[in-house]
T-cell receptor
Framework: DTGVSQNPRHKITKRGQNVTFRCDPI?????LYWYRQTLGQGPEFLTY????????KSRLLSDRFSAERPKGSFSTLEIQRTEQGDSAMYLC???????????FGEGSWLTVV | AQSVTQLDSQVPVFEEAPVELRCNYS??????LFWYVQYPNQGLQLLLK??????LVESINGFEAEFNKSQTSFHLRKPSVHISDTAEYFC?????????????FGTGTRLTIIP
């Protein structure tokens, strides 16, 4: 078991471009979460999947953001028409059915220039 | 809805001295409580958690935290810190029961160990 894996770890993109991040959760974890962390702040919840179903979305997740988990395993987070305010670390996490502990990946840094 | 307050944004401590990082929470329902640690340029690692039972929980690297329901606190302590403890520490809560899966984090406390 290698933990939650995220890639790319770093992405620099020009304003207006689209970016996609991938998350591979811990195997057999059916719950998957996306958080966003900006400098000097704690992580903020974005969205949550149970298997392939997206069960909750934060108001932070604007229409430019879309997350999928097509087969209930890995997940992607796409940001369309990026803005400088999207610059942050995007954290993926997963948990098992007892959901008492959420395990985080190392995050994907996004810099929009 | 829950909220978490970490009053100290930065805590400098001399090596081998004790430290306490404060965490207070607000929630209308029972909660689970967590401390996560984040080393520079890395993701979050679970340090310790309180789910039920004994109100004093310990980590493998000498940290401990005590759940105090009356004071709605979950302060993190270590009797003697090491240089390698330099990191940012986040307190987090989640609601017990079904239907609410997400963690709510505090703004973090940056612990700096002074040699």
């Amino acid at each position: 078991d290698t933990g939650v894996s995220q890639n790319p770890r770093h992405k620099i993109t020009k304003r207006g471009q689209n970016v996609t991040f991938r998350c591979d959760p811990i195997s057999e974890h059916n719950r998957l979460y996306w958080y966003r962390q900006t400098l000097g702040q704690g992580p903020e919840f974005l969205t949550y999947f149970q298997n392939e179903a997206q069960l909750e979305k934060s108001r932070l997740l604007s229409d430019r953001f879309s997350a999928e988990r097509p087969k209930g395993s890995f997940s992607t987070l796409e940001i369309q028409r990026t803005e400088q305010g999207d610059s942050a670390m995007y954290l993926c996490a997963s948990s098992s059915a007892d959901r008492d502990t959420i395990y985080f990946g190392e995050g994907s840094w996004l810099t929009v220039v | 809805a829950q909220s978490v307050t970490q009053l100290d944004s930065q805590v400098p401590v001399f090596e081998e001295a004790p430290v306490e990082l404060r965490c207070n929470y607000s929630s209308s329902v029972s909660v689970y409580l967590f401390w996560y640690v984040q080393y520079p340029n890395q993701g979050l690692q679970l340090l310790l958690k309180y789910l039920s039972g004994s109100t004093l929980v310990e980590s493998i690297n000498g940290f401990e935290a005590e759940f105090n329901k009356s004071q709605t606190s979950f302060h993190l302590r270590k009797p003697s810190v090491h240089i390698s403890d330099t990191a940012e520490y986040f307190c987090a809560v989640s609601e017990r029961g079904f239907g609410n899966e997400k963690l709510t984090f505090g703004t973090g406390t940056r612990l700096t160990i002074i040699p």
